[in-house]
């Protein structure tokens, strides 16, 4: 999957958000000074034609909408970070994470407790019952 520039992506934003839009739709989601309709248009058109956005035709009008859930682009965006910065390891790249100074304690608990879920999560899939 290519990436979204940071326009492209500030714009994808607005598409995932409101589901399905016209091109007046997504101009308007803009906070002023809103980008001018040649340019949104043509973002949704390299958008296209990387397979991220889709749309139906309505007279001369098209509604555009997201063909990639925002989850999944993240879920892509952060594998490429993890394989290109970090030797493809998630431990080394949550291991960054958690060296962070900015993290506060309460933070630092919080993803604990998250983590201590998902591995009791995990270990119950694991489980074998006879």
């Known amino acids: 999957m290519k990436s979204l520039s940071s326009s492209e992506l500030e714009l994808m934003e607005y598409i995932w958000k409101l589901e399905k839009s016209f091109l007046n739709d997504l101009i308007s989601a803009f906070p002023e000074p809103r980008p001018a309709k040649t340019?949104?248009?043509?973002?949704?058109?390299?958008?296209?034609?990387?397979?991220?956005?889709?749309?139906?035709?309505?007279?001369?009008?098209?509604?555009?909408?997201?063909?990639?859930e925002k989850e999944d682009y993240f879920a892509d965006y952060f594998k490429s970070i993890v394989f290109q910065h970090f030797n493809d390891s998630f431990l080394e790249f949550g291991l960054f994470?958690?060296?962070?100074?900015?993290?506060?304690?309460?933070?630092?608990?919080?993803?604990?407790?998250?983590l201590d879920f998902e591995i009791n999560k995990n270990k119950s899939k694991e489980a074998v019952f006879y």
């Open 39 to 68: 340019t949104v248009a043509t973002l949704l058109k390299r958008m296209q034609d990387k397979a991220y956005v889709g749309y139906n035709v309505f007279g001369n009008s098209r509604q555009y909408f997201p063909l990639v």
């Open 97 to 114: 994470l958690f060296k962070n100074p900015n993290l506060n304690q309460a933070e630092l608990e919080e993803i604990k407790e998250s």
